[in-house]
């Protein structure tokens, strides 16, 4: 029976020859990944423990820990919720990785985004495991199956398919074209579905593009997201990958409950205004509202292309004064090759504050806005009060938009600078 | 086993399609676990006196994809304590509706719910008929099905109850009753 990408992984987790959506399905997860947050890893270790006796998760090489929330600490409480998660890794034989970076990129630097594996976790941002071929699927709660059996019950889900052609724009990044895709489809439009995501402008586009369209699935409501593997995803993952999974590809005659195509060859920059990531609109729109402060980071953006693209419109620049750039890389990995190329020490020198990864700027944990305070922002979400005050806006973008706007110190077009970098460098060669 | 009715009051209408939840408690307030704290932050942002209005029973009603963002657990922690017992809504965000019924809280799908309450109706949901009815005007509409795990979720009173029968049953021998 032909069968999508999920499908096969699906089968392969639960011993099945084939699954179709619909099936109630008992599946193996290859992979618990989880960060510690109050509420969620305390209450499941508690969980395992008290409520179903479980002293020794089974399998513990399946699981994953990550400290990236409350990294530093702030409060004596944050730092004890940390040291529990360390003692339970310590205990249970599960590795913890702290400071290391934003769980769900580490998870793929470290090699869990196999190609064909299927992870679970409680967050669903996960979804951007995706990008390596992984199914990868935020459960919340029902993460907690995984610590006390080794399967969790599933319901296969239809997959809608998502076929991106055309040719982008300069200045339009992979941030760009989520949103437009939010836009096009809706945010409501693959509820409960999952969307596999292929056509000629995902297979020009970077891993690090990939990454960011498929951490957003869930602004589609889609349950995850996953892109076939090619060369440029077996290159990376050679020599990572954490188990041995033969690649899963879709057949050419899958059936899709929903076949979209979106041609990009038009799309501009996009703004994503307050107050919920279904609001995308064309940057073009909202040049010139005042904006205070930028955040380039996050678990959707802060990798090396985002860091160039602002080194780019930044270079040999001063911000606005009084401007409060924070710039995030997503890992300690991505943060050293930037350094290396010269990035951190060109957004430094523009005036930009950096910041070892973290994802506290994301959830206005720090860089706290105050009321009546906008921000440009590459995190995940743009909910009022996310970044501070419930009277302070976020208007979500790409990186060289927030760049850009810390020049102006108002939302700005960062297409003249990035024409400016092109055009130099054209002329250096 | 079956599923218990819900009937009370529309305590709020969050008539917003793609709503945050984590509004109803701010997205400051998102890492509080103690419930009195939350509970004092709950709703502030939209009316006051919601907490002292509220009674035990009492029903939410949301718009279209209700729960998009990030739906962190604390705001519909701070409703169960505060005496809420379910949200019917035009439809829901996925991780929103997979989370609260993992939590045993009843969630159901009704589209056209907006329209047909006002703020403190008496409302019923019948699971057994797949209704929800307007007591004060009569009216009535369909709700939308639920799955057997999450039928099963909600009748066990949430995942660690339903889980630890599943998983009892699971262990069973094959062939043993």
């Known amino acids: 029976m032909p069968q999508t990408m999920t499908e096969k992984i699906l089968a392969r987790a639960s011993g099945r020859a084939s699954v179709k959506p619909g099936d109630d399905i008992l599946a193996r997860p290859d992979f618990v990944i989880a960060y510690d947050f109050p509420g969620y890893t305390d209450v499941f270790f508690k969980e395992t423990r008290e409520e179903f006796g479980v002293e020794k998760v089974a399998r513990p090489e399946r699981f994953v820990l990550f400290i990236d929330h409350m990294v530093p600490a702030a409060a004596p409480k944050e730092e004890e919720l940390h040291k529990m998660t360390r003692a339970w890794g310590k205990a249970q034989g599960v590795p913890v990785h702290e400071r290391e970076g934003i769980g769900h990129q580490v998870s793929a630097e470290l090699g869990y985004a196999t190609p064909g594996a299927f992870a679970v976790h409680f967050d669903g941002h996960v979804s951007q495991l995706g990008a390596f071929g992984t199914y990868a699927f935020g459960a919340r709660k029902g993460v907690l199956e995984s610590f006390v059996s080794e399967t969790m019950a599933l319901t296969v889900p239809p997959t809608v398919k998502v076929e991106l052609v055309g040719k982008l724009q300069p200045g339009v990044m992979a941030r760009d074209v989520f949103h437009h895709m939010v836009r096009v489809m809706g945010p409501s439009s693959c509820a409960f579905k999952v969307v596999e995501l292929c056509g000629p402008v995902i297979d020009d586009m970077s891993i690090e593009g990939r990454q960011t369209i498929c951490g ?42 929903q076949v979209v195509r979106i041609d990009v060859s038009s799309l501009q920059p996009i703004v994503v205004v307050p107050p919920s990531p279904a609001n995308t609109r064309d940057l073009m729109d909202y040049l010139g509202i005042e904006v205070h402060t930028g955040y380039l980071g996050s678990c959707a953006s802060g990798r090396l292309e985002d860091l160039r693209a602002a080194a780019d419109v930044l270079r040999g620049r001063r911000i606005k004064s009084g401007f409060q750039l924070h710039v995030v890389p997503t890992s300690q990995a991505i943060m050293a090759q930037a350094a290396n190329e010269g990035l951190i020490g060109c957004l430094v020198e523009a005036g930009a504050f950096i910041s070892s990864p973290s994802c506290d700027y994301c959830f206005g944990k720090i860089a706290t806005m105050a009321d009546g305070q906008r921000a440009v922002s590459t995190g995940t979400l743009n909910t009022p009060g996310r970044m501070g005050s ?36 054209g002329s250096a060669t | 086993m079956s599923l218990r009715n819900l009937q009370g009051r529309v305590a709020w209408i969050f008539e917003e399609d793609d709503f945050d939840i984590d509004l109803i408690v701010g997205v400051r307030n998102i890492k509080i676990t103690d419930l009195n704290e939350l509970v004092a932050v709950t709703m502030t942002d939209y009316d006051p006196g919601f907490a002292a209005a509220v009674m035990k029973g009492d029903l939410l009603v949301g718009g279209k994809n209700f729960g998009y963002g990030h739906p962190h657990y604390p705001a519909m922690r701070a409703m169960r304590h505060l005496g809420i017992t379910g949200v019917i809504a035009e439809s829901f965000s996925p991780g929103f509706f997979r989370g609260e019924i993992s939590m045993g809280f009843p969630l159901a799908t009704c589209p056209g719910i907006r329209a047909a309450v006002a703020r403190w109706d008496e409302v019923q949901v019948d699971w057994a008929k797949g209704l929800v009815i307007n007591l004060r005007t009569g009216h009535a509409l369909p709700l939308q099905p639920l799955s057997s795990a999450e039928r099963g979720t909600l009748e066990a009173g949430g995942l660690v109850p339903y889980l630890k029968t599943r998983l009892t049953s699971e262990a069973r021998p094959v062939g043993s009753s």
């Open chain 1, 216 to 257: 957003q699935a869930m602004f589609l409501g889609a349950t995850t997201m996953l892109i076939a593997p090619d060369a440029k995803t077996l290159d990376y993952v050679r020599g990572r990958s954490k188990i041995e999974l033969e690649p899963v590809y879709p057949d050419p005659d899958a059936a899709y409950e």
């Open chain 1, 390 to 425: 419930v009277d302070s806006e976020i208007y979500i973008c790409n990186a060289a938009v927030v760049a850009a706007s810390a020049l102006e110190g108002c939302i700005a077009d960062p297409r003249p600078y990035l024409a400016h970098a092109a055009s130099a460098v």
